[in-house]
């Protein structure tokens, strides 16, 4: 009898020891997904996760991209707003040699470029340029044209079968002479009515944008 009781005494302890270990095993995989991001446990998360990670690197093949070159920010900001709405990825428009964040040597750099219709090295470059259809390109207004960097980069690929929609901001300018120059520099492409802001109208850039968007049913 003795030897009964302790065997259902063994057999109780061992069930409770294993369904504690079981919760504490799931709390413990919560635990690390929230509080390492690491990428090392991003590959122990459930497949739903996994997914979204492969979806969003994979999200410009076949589409729209978003190029930019922004120097203060405001045009940077459209960009992120025009890749929301339609779904496209971001590609920045670098110079290899960044400019100068003080603006009165800016305003003599740039004025320089154009007087030598300069065309600087870029630092780096679309990849997949083939997979995309539609390409946005976003340009702050300097001396009432785009940076000369955005004509490198226009002039660096092929622009046979694609469209072209320009995006700009400016102080009052609006896009300038700048759009016979993308013309001209991205030979080829069909290119669609842009969209140009002024410093004040970006406070409500979201509503304009996806009004401008929704006209050609670019909104993703």
Request: aromatic share 10%; with cysteine; proline share 4%.
């Amino acid at each position: 009898m003795k030897k009964i009781l302790s065997l259902l005494l063994a057999m109780t302890l061992a069930f409770s020891l294993a369904a504690c270990g079981g919760q504490d095993a799931s709390l413990g995989g919560s635990g690390v997904s929230v509080e390492k991001a690491g990428a090392s446990e991003v590959a122990s998360q459930p497949t739903g996760t996994e997914t979204s990670v492969e979806t969003e690197e994979t999200a410009g093949e076949g589409g729209t991209l978003v190029a930019y070159f922004s120097w203060s920010g405001n045009t940077e900001h459209m960009a992120q707003i025009i890749a929301e709405q339609t779904g496209g990825s971001l590609f920045e428009i670098e110079p290899a040699t960044p400019y100068t964040d003080d603006y009165d040597t800016l305003l003599d750099i740039a004025r320089q470029e154009q007087s030598d219709n300069a065309r600087p090295e870029l630092a780096a470059q679309v990849e997949d340029w083939d997979s995309y259809d539609v390409v946005f390109v976003g340009f702050p207004n300097w001396w009432s044209d785009a940076p000369m960097a955005v004509y490198t980069f226009l002039e660096s690929y092929d622009w046979m079968g694609k469209t072209l929609i320009p995006f700009n901001t400016s102080a009052s300018g609006g896009f300038g002479r700048s759009l016979s120059g993308i013309e001209e520099s991205a030979a080829g492409a069909e290119i669609l009515d842009g969209l140009d802001l002024t410093e004040s109208e970006l406070s409500d850039a979201q509503s304009r944008i996806t009004e401008w968007l929704d006209g050609p049913g670019l909104n993703g």
